[in-house]
């Protein structure tokens, strides 16, 4: 079975602060996928970044940055000085093709809210 | 087009009528996903074409739900007898996986907002 959590329902920081989003995942399969999706208030969801379990290489993008640790089945999220424009409700994803699903499974998601 | 493209945008029908919405995926991708998503919940998986392979329609609610994709492109989801509890926001992507593992990236489109009254 596959499962994925992000505990944290929402969250507020102001502006320039640090924020990080939680998701911990589960599934029997050693070969899987993680990804990261924003879905701003238009509604669309906005690709961020796909991890697969063979490469736990930590990533950073801008101010964005990914910590993908197995031991733990983690994959957090971390925005750095955050912006009004990163509001919006973000969602963790995973695949586990071994598993016979071709689906995405998705947390629940977060929703950021960035105060001015 | 450039993206995935989904109409309508919005869609508000009467309990009991059959409703159709529509996706056209991005050029060339031959896979394609619905997924629909209720208040305040996650994506919740319906069904799934790859290129002229049957699909996988293990997410599918009831058999009320139906969908087809035609020449491999443009997929239609029909529910028939809407219920209250189908209003939902529903969610149509597309990737270029053509094979069995997954490994790539779906772009979504913005989504239908279904209301049934």
């Known amino acids: 079975a596959q499962k994925v959590t992000q505990a944290q329902t929402e969250i507020s920081v102001v502006e320039k602060e640090d924020v990080t989003l939680d998701c911990v995942y589960e599934t029997r399969d050693t070969t899987y996928y993680l990804f990261w999706y924003k879905q701003p208030p238009s509604g669309e969801l906005v690709f961020l970044i796909r991890?697969?379990?063979?490469?736990?290489q930590n990533e950073i993008s801008g101010r964005y940055s990914w910590n993908f640790q197995k031991s733990t089945s983690s994959f957090n999220f971390t925005i750095t000085a955050s912006q009004v424009v990163d509001s919006a409700v973000y969602f963790c994803?995973?695949?586990?093709?071994?598993?016979?699903?071709?689906?995405?499974?998705f947390g629940t998601g977060t929703r950021l809210t960035v105060i001015p | 087009g450039a993206g995935v493209s989904q109409s309508p945008s919005n869609k508000v029908t009467e309990k009991g009528k059959d409703v159709e919405l529509r996706c056209d995926p991005i050029?060339?991708?031959?896979?394609l996903y619905w997924y629909r998503q209720s208040l305040g919940q996650g994506l919740e998986f319906l069904i799934y074409f790859q290129g002229n392979s049957a699909p996988d329609k293990s997410g599918l609610p009831s058999d009320r739900f139906s969908a087809e994709r035609t020449g491999g492109s443009v997929s239609t989801l029909t529910i028939q007898r809407t219920q209250q509890e189908d209003s939902a926001v529903y969610l149509c992507?597309?990737?270029?996986?053509?094979?069995?593992?997954?490994?790539?990236?779906?772009?979504f489109g913005a989504g239908t907002r279904l209301s049934v009254l």
């Open positions: 994803a995973l695949n586990a093709p071994g598993d016979g699903a071709n689906n995405l499974f």
């Open positions: 050029s060339g991708h031959t896979a």
């Open positions: 992507a597309s990737s270029a996986s053509s094979s069995r593992v997954f490994k790539n990236i779906q772009y």
């Open positions: 991890r697969n379990s063979f490469d736990e």
